[in-house]
């Protein structure tokens, strides 16, 4: 069978949900090898293995980090030039859309980003993408090259499929001109104990609604385990950060439970949520067009509204 | 400093987004168009620079059919100096590889060859992909700095800060660079009046695929390498159930996560 190159999703060696996902996914197309570029490739090891990769190849190179985007285009350029795969996936993020976008140029091979839902099709690979807004489902297919996927993290549900995961340290040279863009300085996000809002089941947003008070949100996300998000209005008032923002300029997710807090439900928001499977919505405006989009609405004032539905959460779950 | 700002002419979001039936590409004729309100970001930051230094141009390049012409109009009108509309109906189609193909080329005959600032936005807001300035980065063999929050311009340097989900980081590259820019970056000006008339006396050059060297075998629908197999529009959601707050609207919502065993 043929090879399937899953680039890793990874912060400093610690891997990301979405990684078991790709793998998942990419087992449909062959048998999946993991790419992980950075530290950490043998403790990595056991969970890429567990979900189904034959092989990891290991690419510890020290400039990979250090520079922006452009060295591990070219390590994954190399692997594919010698292993010819049947596809190629990587995570429909930033970063992996940008990594995706250079290899796609370098190998000659068309991409796909956002992509719900990977399988084999009768004219090869074959992709599902939320477009619009989430007012469109499109199915399209990569014509040239070697197909290459961005994923959308929550896509798949993982399943472990265990294989050998046998490591192979993968010499790979980077060159000059991708060292261009040099990360000078990281300052890590302090973190909330929450979960990521791209990954999570339960994402609670706060809008314009919230007055800048958050509280009430963050305590309801809480009681359900849930990531917390905002709207762009909320974002631009400077009430919670950037990286937190639910919408077209922001993050689009896709839980199984949507909460909406004082969100009127503009285009851009809904651009970052429609595909979510159940969507509820706390709002005083009972015309606010979010409505248009629930499951289950409360017209309501969110001040009185979550507090209530927290401690009622809170005395359920016991 | 001469700064090129790549722009897109896209459909407006608050209007039905389709696709044309012959072809499943973007119906770009149904629906009115402007200028991708993230380019406006890329726009306003060029115009800060060139401000800032007390010299220099802004010039605007976009790749579109003949309406597209407002999305350079709308970036003249708030302040750029020159347009160029890169115009061919063999272009029709194209996805990002071809795209970022005829912009990169477009970027070159502007600059002589030799650009010193390419500002983008961070994606368009039809295609939202967001992977043309790494495609044009990749092709021009400038450094990519992308989704950038904050740019300093320095001497012979850029450096910009971008806020990704786990860290905050500040990237550096040497000059000539390819920058995008988030919504997050400024706040961009709405055209004066004095702007939209001295927009009218702006030059603004055509170029067809032939005026930039590119072989129309490389761009367009057939010569994309990604193809849409088929489209369908999402069925409306159906109209769940509305309650009015009347003192028990969190414990009803409780109960809806309980029946739908979120609890």
Same mark, same amino acid.
């Given at each position: 069978?043929?090879?399937?190159?899953?680039?890793?999703?990874?912060?400093?060696?610690?891997?990301?949900?979405?990684?078991?996902?790709?793998?998942?996914?990419?087992?449909?197309?062959?048998?999946?090898?993991?790419?992980?570029?950075?530290?950490?490739?043998?403790?990595?090891?056991?969970?890429?293995?567990?979900?189904?990769?034959?092989?990891?190849?290991?690419?510890?190179?020290?400039?990979?980090?250090?520079?922006?985007?452009?060295?591990?285009?070219?390590?994954?350029?190399?692997?594919?030039?010698?292993?010819?795969?049947?596809?190629?996936?990587?995570?429909?993020?930033?970063?992996?859309?940008?990594?995706?976008?250079?290899?796609?140029?370098?190998?000659?091979?068309?991409?796909?980003?956002?992509?719900?839902?990977?399988?084999?099709?009768?004219?090869?690979?074959?992709?599902?993408?939320?477009?619009?807004?989430?007012?469109?489902?499109?199915?399209?297919?990569?014509?040239?090259?070697?197909?290459?996927?961005?994923?959308?993290?929550?896509?798949?549900?993982?399943?472990?499929?265990?294989?050998?995961?046998?490591?192979?340290?993968?010499?790979?040279?980077?060159?000059?001109?991708?060292?261009?863009?040099?990360?000078?300085?990281?300052?890590?996000?302090?973190?909330?104990?929450?979960?990521?809002?791209?990954?999570?089941?339960?994402?609670?947003?706060?809008?314009?609604?919230?007055?800048?008070?958050?509280?009430?949100?963050?305590?309801?996300?809480?009681?359900?385990?849930?990531?917390?998000?905002?709207?762009?209005?909320?974002?631009?008032?400077?009430?919670?950060?950037?990286?937190?923002?639910?919408?077209?300029?922001?993050?689009?997710?896709?839980?199984?439970?949507?909460?909406?807090?004082?969100?009127?439900?503009?285009?851009?928001?809904?651009?970052?949520?429609?595909?979510?499977?159940?969507?509820?919505?706390?709002?005083?405006?009972?015309?606010?067009?979010?409505?248009?989009?629930?499951?289950?609405?409360?017209?309501?004032?969110?001040?009185?509204?979550?507090?209530?539905?927290?401690?009622?959460?809170?005395?359920?779950?016991? | 400093?001469?700064?090129?700002?790549?722009?897109?002419?896209?459909?407006?979001?608050?209007?039905?987004?389709?696709?044309?039936?012959?072809?499943?590409?973007?119906?770009?004729?149904?629906? @009115?168009?402007?200028?991708?309100?993230?380019?406006?970001?890329?726009? $306003?930051?060029?115009?800060?620079?060139?401000?800032?230094?007390?010299?220099? $141009?802004?010039?605007?390049?976009?790749?579109?059919?003949?309406?597209?012409? @407002?999305?350079?109009?709308?970036?003249?009108?708030?302040?750029?100096?020159?347009?160029?509309?890169?115009?061919?109906?063999?272009?029709?189609?194209?996805?990002?590889?071809?795209?970022?193909?005829?912009?990169? $080329?477009?970027?070159?005959?502007? #600059?002589?060859?030799?650009?010193?600032?390419?500002?983008?936005?961070?994606?368009?807001?039809?295609?939202?992909?967001?992977?043309?300035?790494?495609?044009?980065?990749?092709?021009?063999?400038?450094?990519?700095?992308?989704?950038?929050?904050?740019?300093?311009?320095?001497?012979?340097?850029?450096?910009?800060?971008?806020?990704?989900? #786990?860290?905050?980081?500040?990237?550096?590259?040497?000059?000539?660079?390819?920058?995008?820019?988030?919504?997050?970056?400024?706040?961009?000006?709405?055209?004066?009046?004095?702007?939209?008339?001295?927009? %009218?006396? %702006?030059?603004?050059?055509?170029?067809?695929?032939? @005026?930039?060297?590119? @072989?129309?075998?490389?761009?367009?629908?057939?010569?994309?390498?990604?193809?849409?197999?088929?489209?369908? %529009?999402?069925?409306?959601?159906?109209?769940?159930?509305?309650?009015?707050?009347?003192?028990?609207?969190?414990?009803?919502?409780?109960?809806?996560?309980?029946?739908? %065993?979120?609890?």
């Amino acid at each position: 069978m043929t090879e399937v190159l899953v680039l890793t999703d990874h912060a400093g060696g610690k891997l990301r949900k979405a990684t078991a996902e790709l793998l998942t996914l990419a087992r449909r197309l062959g048998e999946p090898s993991a790419v992980h570029i950075g530290p950490g490739a043998e403790a990595a090891q056991k969970t890429l293995a567990k979900y189904g990769a034959h092989k990891v190849y290991a690419v510890d190179d020290p400039d990979a980090p250090s520079y922006l985007v452009a060295p591990q285009a070219e390590i994954l350029a190399q692997l594919v030039e010698k292993v010819s795969p049947a596809a190629v996936l990587v995570p429909s993020n930033a970063a992996g859309k940008e990594i995706a976008a250079r290899l796609a140029i370098k190998t000659g091979s068309g991409m796909i980003t956002d992509a719900v839902d990977v399988r084999a099709g009768d004219a090869g690979v074959e992709t599902t993408q939320s477009v619009f807004a989430g007012s469109y489902t499109v199915t399209a297919t990569v014509t040239t090259g070697t197909p290459i996927i961005c994923v959308k993290p929550n896509s798949a549900s993982i399943e472990a499929a265990p294989e050998a995961g046998t490591v192979e340290a993968v010499e790979a040279g980077v060159s000059d001109a991708a060292k261009a863009a040099k990360v000078t300085d990281s300052q890590p996000k302090k973190a909330t104990g929450r979960p990521e809002l791209t990954e999570a089941a339960i994402v609670v947003s706060g809008g314009r609604g919230t007055g800048g008070d958050f509280g009430p949100v963050e305590e309801f996300a809480d009681s359900l385990g849930a990531a917390v998000g905002a709207s762009r209005a909320a974002v631009d008032a400077g009430w919670y950060p950037h990286s937190n923002q639910v919408g077209q300029t922001g993050k689009q997710v896709s839980p199984q439970l949507y909460v909406a807090a004082g969100i009127s439900g503009a285009i851009q928001h809904r651009a970052g949520m429609q595909t979510s499977k159940t969507i509820i919505a706390v709002n005083k405006d009972e015309e606010a067009p979010i409505f248009e989009l629930v499951d289950f609405g409360v017209v309501g004032d969110l001040f009185s509204v979550l507090p209530q539905a927290t401690g009622e959460v809170k005395k359920r779950k016991g | 400093m001469n700064i090129v700002v790549c722009v897109k002419y896209v459909p407006d979001a608050q209007s039905e987004r389709t696709f044309q039936e012959s072809d499943s590409t973007v119906d770009r004729e149904a629906v @009115d168009g402007l200028l991708s309100e993230l380019d406006e970001y890329a726009v $306003e930051e060029a115009l800060k620079i060139v401000e800032a230094q007390g010299d220099g $141009e802004v010039t605007v390049v976009t790749v579109g059919p003949a309406a597209a012409a @407002d999305a350079i109009k709308k970036a003249l009108q708030m302040g750029a100096h020159k347009g160029v509309h890169v115009q061919d109906d063999a272009i029709h189609g194209s996805d990002a590889v071809g795209t970022s193909l005829v912009l990169a $080329e477009a970027v070159k005959k502007a #600059t002589d060859g030799s650009p010193e600032l390419v500002l983008t936005g961070m994606a368009s807001t039809d295609g939202v992909m967001g992977v043309v300035p790494a495609m044009m980065a990749e092709r021009l063999g400038l450094p990519q700095v992308t989704y950038a929050s904050e740019l300093t311009v320095g001497d012979g340097s850029v450096t910009i800060r971008r806020d990704g989900d #786990t860290a905050s980081e500040t990237v550096e590259a040497s000059l000539p660079a390819l920058v995008s820019v988030t919504d997050q970056i400024n706040e961009p000006r709405y055209p004066s009046f004095k702007g939209i008339m001295a927009a %009218k006396k %702006k030059p603004v050059e055509t170029w067809s695929l032939a @005026d930039l060297g590119v @072989d129309p075998a490389d761009v367009g629908l057939d010569a994309a390498w990604t193809r849409v197999v088929s489209y369908a %529009k999402r069925p409306p959601r159906e109209q769940g159930q509305l309650v009015t707050d009347e003192g028990d609207g969190g414990t009803r919502l409780a109960e809806f996560l309980s029946t739908q %065993k979120f609890l």
